[in-house]
């Protein structure tokens, strides 16, 4: 089990240039305790007593606020206790700094769920990750798949430089991403004009810096896949892929990922966060490490215990509910559970 030290989805860059495109959300900030954090998006609930949501949104996958530096329990302490209110994380990577601090710091703690997501141990070399990940018949599979793709035309990976032309990698990524069943439901970033912005606003930010990452495969200079990630310190943590359906069976995004996957080897970085779904079916299958993360409800001691337990018990009977009503879904449709 891997441990975070960074999520570069809550740095303080990344989070002052995508929260103006982040809809139903408030910028909150550490309020009258002075003290490291900073920027974080949530939401306020009425019900059944007030208190605060952390908004998930493509741009903001990270529930964490932003921090200047390493956080204390005091620190912790402090922050929760300007709230003044019961706070919902959801997807808390457990073992990051910052969420360890918030859970100690809190004077009330209810977890909701745990789980664990793919991720990838940087250490060793891809050679050698690539002998003990697959067997011999699935490497002999990838290399049939990336070769028959090589047949239909001229085909290139571009990876981004420092200083190098981010644009296109984002223009590539949003064209493939929107050419398949999100473009046609509506939900691909490009069909959003202020997701589209604010990704393009952040990765900005973040490519100042030297923060970003971004791989893009093209056919005959057309792009079939493309991939960003953030980087901070040294872990990585993947942003959102998207490939062209038409050449699905190819298995493109897959390719992709191992391209990247050889990059952030020789980069030398400790960790790789996939930032993905529990039971992702690609990811789980190729990044066979694991991140544990938790939703959950916590609170400074401003909050009373009895309204604290109000809300933990609402969200506890809320997601209850909406596990029960997804399985029955899955059950009358014949589909299978992620």
């Known amino acids: 089990m891997m441990s975070p030290t960074a999520s570069a989805f809550s740095d303080a860059a990344w989070m002052r240039a995508v929260l103006a495109h982040v809809p139903h959300a408030s910028t909150l900030v550490n309020g009258t305790e002075p003290g490291p954090f900073g920027l974080f998006a949530a939401k306020e609930s009425l019900l059944p007593l007030t208190h605060l949501q952390s908004v998930t949104t493509a741009l903001t996958p990270c529930p964490l606020p932003s921090v200047t530096g390493p956080v204390t329990e005091s620190d912790a302490a402090a922050f929760l206790n300007d709230l003044g209110e019961p706070l919902v994380l959801r997807g808390v990577p457990a073992h990051h700094p910052v969420a360890e601090a918030l859970l100690k710091g809190a004077k009330h703690v209810h977890v909701l769920k745990t789980w664990q997501r793919a991720a990838l141990d940087l250490s060793g070399d891809f050679e050698s990750w690539m002998t003990n990940n697959f067997d011999h018949k699935r490497r002999k599979e990838l290399k049939r798949l990336k070769a028959r793709l090589a047949e239909q035309g001229t085909l290139v990976l571009h990876e981004l430089i420092p200083g190098g032309d981010l644009a296109s990698h984002i223009r590539a990524f949003l064209t493939v991403e929107a050419s398949g069943w999100k473009g046609e439901r509506g939900t691909a970033m490009a069909s ?147």
Request: charge should be positive; glycine fraction near 8%.
């Open 192 to 338: 959003d004009s202020d997701a589209a912005r604010g990704l393009s606003a952040g990765l900005a930010a973040m490519h100042r810096e030297d923060k970003v990452r971004f791989w893009t495969l093209r056919l005959d200079g057309q792009p079939v896949a493309s991939l960003f990630a953030l980087v901070n310190g040294g872990d990585v943590v993947l942003g959102k892929i998207g490939y062209d359906e038409a050449f699905a069976k190819f298995s493109p995004g897959v390719l992709l990922i191992v391209e990247a996957t050889r990059c952030l080897f020789e980069e030398g970085l400790r960790l790789a966060d996939s930032n993905a779904i529990p039971g992702h079916p690609m990811i789980d299958r190729i990044w066979r490490d694991r991140i544990t993360c938790m939703d959950v409800v916590i609170a400074g001691s401003a909050v009373s215990s009895a309204t604290f337990s109000v809300v933990a018990r609402y969200h506890a009977l809320k997601d209850a509910a909406r596990a029960a009503a997804k399985m029955i879904y899955l059950r009358l449709t014949g589909r299978r559970a992620s």
